[in-house]
């Protein structure tokens, strides 16, 4: 059982990034482990000349294809995805996303642009393959804020939210069996204050 986590964001100081961290934590609290991926971790030449056989987009391949799910996450640009990611994307496999659970994570400037993961990012993950794809996780710029000392605040609502999907693909992922044992564990690490950020 293996997770990826993808960043679409070409920030530094990433709010949608923040987003998918928070998401990363809470699935490791629960013992899962989770391959993190970021722009940086692939070669720009394999992104940018759309080196689908080099050694970089072989080996996002081969990441993307041991996973069972995926969470993608991105901020909004032009009322739609990056174009960064857009590059990832277009590295994997026609059917990449075949038999995987997908959750979709982005900020955006504009609460208005909150359908930009349903019309514009959702049908791509859809081309390649998803039929499970989890309802998305979307905040404003007002509700995700990252200092210059890298510490992250997230809204408090926006973190419930978050947390309602990551576990609903906790569900999916983990055997049948051992979410009775999880949510015991959880239920302890909660209350000694386990999730903040
Ligand atoms: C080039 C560019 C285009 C943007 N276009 C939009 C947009 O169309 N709608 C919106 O709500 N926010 C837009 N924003 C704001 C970003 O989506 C927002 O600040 C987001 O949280 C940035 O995420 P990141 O920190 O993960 O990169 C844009 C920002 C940039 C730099």
Redesign the pocket.
């Known amino acids: 059982m293996s997770i990826i986590a993808l960043a679409g964001?070409?920030?530094p100081?990433?709010?949608?990034?923040a987003l998918l961290r928070y998401a990363i934590q809470r699935l490791r609290s629960r013992g899962l482990g989770v391959v993190e991926l970021g722009l940086r971790d692939i070669p720009a030449e394999a992104l940018i000349e759309g080196h689908y056989s080099g050694a970089g987009a072989t080996a996002l391949r081969a990441r993307v294809a041991a996973a069972d799910a995926v969470l993608i996450?991105?901020?909004?640009?032009?009322?739609s995805f990056?174009g960064a990611l857009k590059t990832v994307l277009d590295l994997l496999d026609e059917k990449a996303f075949a038999g995987k659970t997908l959750l979709p994570i982005a900020?955006?400037?504009?609460p208005?642009?909150l359908l930009?993961l349903e019309y514009g990012l959702k049908p791509v993950l859809s081309a390649l393959g998803a039929r499970h794809i989890l309802t998305g996780v979307y905040a404003t710029?007002k509700q995700?804020r990252?200092d210059d000392d890298s510490s992250v605040h997230i809204d408090e609502e926006v973190r419930g939210r978050l947390a309602e999907s990551v576990d609903r693909l906790a569900e999916q992922v983990l055997p049948r069996g051992a979410m009775a044992h999880e949510a015991y564990d959880l239920g302890r690490l909660a209350l000694a204050g386990g999730f903040s950020v």
């Open positions: 964001s070409p920030s100081r990433s709010r949608s990034s996450s991105t901020p909004v640009y032009k009322a990056s900020s955006g400037g504009s208005a642009h930009a710029d995700v990252v």
